[in-house]
Each structure stands twice: as C-alpha cells, then as structure tokens.
C-alpha cells in the first residue's frame, strides 16, 4: 500500500501563486509515476502535470509555462509551483502515484482545495 498525503491549497487571487506538496509513503516501486489531477465542480478529473523518478515532465496544455513539477526522490515528494493563476485553475487537485509491475497499483491522495478568486 502506499500513502500519499497533500498539503499547500488554499485562495488566492488571479495572478497569485502556490505551491502544492505530496509526500508519498509505503510500497513505491522503482518504476513509478508521481503526479497531479484536478477536479473542477461539474467537471471530470482531468490531469495537470506528471513527472517520473527521472525527472521527465509532462503538463496540460492549459498549464504549460505557468505550473512546474518537481520531485524529490530521497523524500519520495513532489511538487507543483503554480504561477499566474487563473480562476479556471479552482478544483481540488488530487495528488497520485502509479506503481509500474507485478502488482503495480494507482494510488490517490484525499486532494487539496485550491480556489482563484478573480
């Protein structure tokens, strides 16, 4: 099993910034991918950014040069800095981890609320 655990959401106004972090824990393979979802009201969850042990990065095209991933592998944590907010950036971003093999799981955090007032 494996244990994430997010922190960092919050309000903010359009324009502002946040940096979200999920520390993960538990069984985490050596071939995994880390990284965030979002879920606006109404909407289906959709993916922002992932990033691999290697440090191989991957974005929405919505978030592209505003957001960053970023990883610490030593503290099985990730980041995501998130820059020039938009009110359409509101939803609660799920942090996940997807453990590649036998027995290779998708795990998810309980999400963290993030609301851009404009």
């Known amino acids: 099993q494996v244990q994430l655990v997010e922190s960092g959401g919050g309000l903010v106004e359009t324009g502002g910034s946040l940096r979200l972090s999920c520390a993960a824990s538990?069984?985490?393979?050596?071939?995994?991918?880390m990284g965030w979802y979002r879920q606006a009201p109404g909407k289906q969850r959709e993916l922002v950014a992932t990033i691999t042990p290697s440090s191989n990065t991957d974005y929405a095209d919505s978030v592209k040069g505003r957001f960053t991933i970023s990883r610490n592998n030593a503290k099985n944590t990730i980041y995501l800095q998130m820059n020039s907010l938009k009110p359409e950036d509101t939803g609660v971003y799920y942090c996940y981890l997807r453990n590649f093999g036998i027995a290779g799981n998708v795990y998810w955090g309980q999400g963290t609320q993030v609301t851009v007032s404009s």
């Open positions: 538990g069984s985490i393979f050596r071939v995994n991918v």
